[in-house]
């Protein structure tokens, strides 16, 4: 459909709202705006696909400075254009990159470096990446913001707090700033501060759409190293968890932040891990794990379905969940282990539990039947995910703990000490490393205090992003 340029500012200004996998789009000359997704470029022509699914063809030359150069950056790496990781751990939360075609060996100097963003402010968020932009939050300046990047260029795009964050309020001996990763759906992205203020922003231009405080509002507490969660949207719901007598887990309207409901019989405190949806016997409920117990609750009413001790679980739980075949495995540090339980209707029942996987908080996934992550003191596991007994492990010297991700059969693993990351097969049959390098850049942010590299990769589009506090790197992985 060819659309004559006296017809863009009509066009732009129908307004229609985004679908999360959009982006906004302006005119040069009006300052009109319209969300579309980017289709193509060729001759000098934009291809733009509206949510209602009609496409028209742009100059290139009505559009504005920012919108010509993502134009251009997507049409060479088309894969990141269709690119979606729009939460903490991806779209099904289990830390699996969807890409396919990837280096299975990396040059002695690792794959080439994009682009770097040095001004992504204190914090630990991993990025979530949708319709060509890469969300992450960090405190700036006294703020914690959501910060939004170009994912093509890493060119700094607007960024809009959330909340204060005075450092107070929450242990900071490991650094400040937000800890979990933003969550982006449907034209807009929800965010939280280590305080607890959780708010809606339009992933457009970062305009507050509404807000709430988790502790003056549900009665929550902050964790001693401050609220760490990403938060869930499921449908027409975002759900978080305040924890606290007012009901642990909370429900809202996502578009008008109205509560929905709160967890009835539930009212441990938040800890560090982020609820996982599961669909259990026709019934969808989500899975959170608190300090002492793992619960799930329904997810049109907030009651509890059931609940499984954990009484292992000391000083602080993060690690999040993972659920697969009606089954949830769960573990944390400071000694706890690993355990899985079955979930039956309103039951669960414990399979097996052991100390194979103390994970602490570089997160765990499953691939192919195997649990890996890195256990304290037994550095990178293996684990069968039906029994629970160790496969394989390696440790030494770069490879003590850390965190890991999966892309196209590979562990992408990157090392808290070192700040080197490395590619392994994620294979039953054996530690196998196929290329490591160090970031190329260490942030004094992290400086009089005891943090680590602790920002979970992520792989999307052919890329691999990678985080060092206010240091945000870009690598192309895809050859």
């Not at 457009?204 to 190293?225: E, H, N, Q």
């Not at 703990?401 to 693993?413: N, P, Q, R, S, W």
Request: net charge negative; with cysteine; hydrophobic share 35%.
């Amino acid at each position: 459909m060819k659309i004559h340029p006296r017809l863009f500012p009509a066009i732009l200004a129908l307004g229609l709202a985004g679908s999360g996998l959009a982006r906004t789009w302006t005119d040069a000359q009006s300052g009109r705006t319209i969300e579309a997704e980017f289709i193509g470029l060729e001759d000098g022509t934009v291809s733009l696909e509206r949510a209602d699914g009609k496409t028209f063809n742009i100059p290139l030359s009505r559009l504005s400075a920012a919108d010509q150069e993502f134009a251009k950056g997507q049409a060479a790496t088309p894969a990141a254009a269709a690119a979606e990781w729009p939460t903490w751990r991806g779209p099904r939360r289990d830390d699996r990159s969807p890409d396919t075609g990837l280096l299975k060996e990396w040059p002695a100097d690792g794959p080439p470096l994009l682009w770097t963003f040095d001004d992504a402010g204190k914090g630990y968020s991993s990025p979530a990446i949708s319709g060509g932009r890469l969300y992450v939050t960090g405190s700036r300046k006294g703020k914690a913001q959501v910060i939004c990047l170009d994912a093509a260029t890493g060119k700094e795009i607007w960024g809009e707090a959330i909340g204060d964050d005075p450092e107070s309020g929450y242990n900071t001996g490991w650094g400040g700033g937000p800890r979990g990763a933003p969550t982006v759906s449907d034209g807009m992205v929800y965010a939280m501060s280590a305080n607890g203020e959780f708010a809606c922003l339009s992933a457009a231009d970062g305009s507050r759409k509404w807000r709430k405080d988790l502790v003056k509002d549900f009665g929550g507490k902050v964790p001693d190293w401050g609220y760490s969660e990403s938060p869930l949207v499921d449908g027409d719901r975002v759900v978080v968890t305040p924890g606290g007598k007012d009901g642990a887990i909370v429900a809202f309207d996502k578009k008008s932040g109205k509560k929905l409901w709160a967890s009835k019989g539930l009212e441990d405190d938040a800890q560090y891990s982020s609820l996982v949806p599961a669909d259990v016997g026709g019934k969808r409920q989500y899975i959170q794990l608190f300090m002492n117990k793992l619960a799930g609750v329904d997810a049109e009413s907030g009651e509890v379905v059931w609940t499984s001790d954990w009484k292992q679980g000391r000083t602080a739980v993060i690690p999040t969940p993972v659920f697969h075949d009606g089954k949830v495995y769960v573990t944390s540090g400071y000694g706890a282990g690993s355990k899985q339980v079955k979930i039956d209707g309103g039951k669960a029942e414990e399979i097996w539990e052991n100390k194979v996987m103390k994970n602490h908080h570089g997160g765990v996934l499953l691939a192919d039947g195997h649990i890996f992550g890195f256990s304290d003191g037994g550095g990178l596991v293996c684990q069968d995910f039906e029994t629970g007994k160790q496969v394989w492990n390696k440790k030494g010297e770069g490879i003590q703990k850390g965190t890991v991700h999966y892309a196209d059969g590979m562990l992408y693993c990157m090392d808290e000490e070192e700040g080197s990351v490395f590619l392994v097969d994620a294979s039953p049959v054996g530690f196998l490393e196929h290329g490591r390098f160090k970031l190329p850049q260490e942030t004094k942010l992290r400086e009089g205090t005891q943090g680590k590299v602790w920002t979970h990769p992520v792989v999307i589009g052919g890329r691999l992003y990678l985080r060092d506090q206010d240091l945000v790197f870009c690598y192309d992985v895809k050859g």
